[in-house]
C-alpha cells in the first residue's frame, strides 16, 4: 500500500473532522501555571464549523486565544500551505510521522508542527509557532469519538511569559514577574488539561450561543 503524501493526510484527517457539523460537550479544565493559583473548572464547550467556538464556566479560565481545534481549521484547504514530512518518531506505541505545515500567507500562525498516527488519521501532538501566544504544544488522547477526531483530553503546554492571559489574572502575573524570574524571555511553561465527556454531536446548535 502506498503511504499518503503529506497533504493528503492531512486532508484526511481534516474531512474526519468536517463530519462534526457542530457539538457540545462537558469540560473539566485543569491548569498548572507558574506563580498563579488557579482553580479546577467546570463547564460546557460548544463548537460549530468552521470556527465558533465558546467555553462557558462560572470562573476566569487560562486558555489560548485559538479555539482548540485551531490547528485542523488550519489544515482544511491544502492550497492555504505547504507540508513537508520531517521524519517519523514514536509517540508512545504509535509510530507517528511528523510533518511540519507553512502557511503561505502572513497569519497568527507562522509554523504548525504535527505527530500523526497514520493508521487512525489522528493529530497525537501538534506544536503551533504563533505571533500571540508564542509556541503552543497539545497532546491529545482519543477515546470511543476518535472516529471524528475529538479527543476526550487535550494537554496544552504554553510559554507563559508570552501567554495573554485573562486581565484578572494578568494583574496577578504581572506582579510576580517583578519579584521573580519570570519575564519576556522567561522559558517558564505552563500545562492546561482538558478532559471532554458526554459528547453530543451534530445538533445545530443556534448560532447565539456563540454570542459574547
Known amino acids: 500500500m502506498v503511504a499518503q503524501t503529506p ?8 474531512q474526519k473532522f468536517q463530519i462534526v457539523q457542530d457539538y457540545q460537550a462537558d469540560v473539566f479544565m485543569q491548569f498548572d501555571i507558574p506563580f498563579i493559583r488557579i482553580e479546577q473548572l467546570k463547564g460546557k464547550v460548544y463548537f460549530k464549523q468552521p470556527d465558533k467556538f465558546q467555553v462557558k464556566t462560572q470562573g476566569i479560565a487560562f486558555l489560548p486565544k485559538q479555539d482548540p481545534y485551531y490547528a485542523l481549521a488550519v489544515l482544511r484547504d491544502t492550497t492555504q500551505y505547504i507540508a513537508v514530512e520531517s521524519g517519523k518518531q514514536l509517540y508512545g506505541k504509535t509510530l507517528s510521522r511528523i510533518i511540519q505545515v507553512i502557511p503561505h500567507d502572513q497569519t497568527d500562525l507562522v509554523l504548525a508542527k504535527f505527530w500523526i498516527d497514520p493508521e487512525n488519521k489522528l493529530i497525537l501532538r501538534s506544536q ?18 476518535k472516529t471524528y477526531c475529538l479527543p476526550d483530553i487535550m494537554l496544552f503546554t504554553v510559554e507563559v511569559a508570552k501567554f495573554k492571559v485573562p486581565k484578572a489574572i494578568a494583574v496577578d502575573l504581572n506582579s510576580k514577574k517583578k519579584d521573580s524570574k519570570l519575564n519576556s524571555n522567561s522559558k517558564e511553561i505552563g500545562k492546561i488539561k482538558l478532559t471532554f465527556t458526554n459528547y ?3 445538533q445545530k446548535l443556534p448560532d447565539t450561543i456563540f454570542k459574547k
Do not use: F, P
Not at 497533504?7 to 481534516?14: A, D, F, G, P, R
Not at 503551533?128 to 469519538?145: A, F, K, P, V, W
Open 7 to 14: 497533504v493528503q493526510l492531512l486532508n484526511s484527517i481534516s
Open 200 to 202: 453530543v454531536i451534530n
Open 128 to 145: 503551533l509557532t504563533t505571533q500571540s501566544n508564542g509556541t503552543i504544544q497539545i497532546d491529545y488522547e482519543y477515546g470511543r469519538m
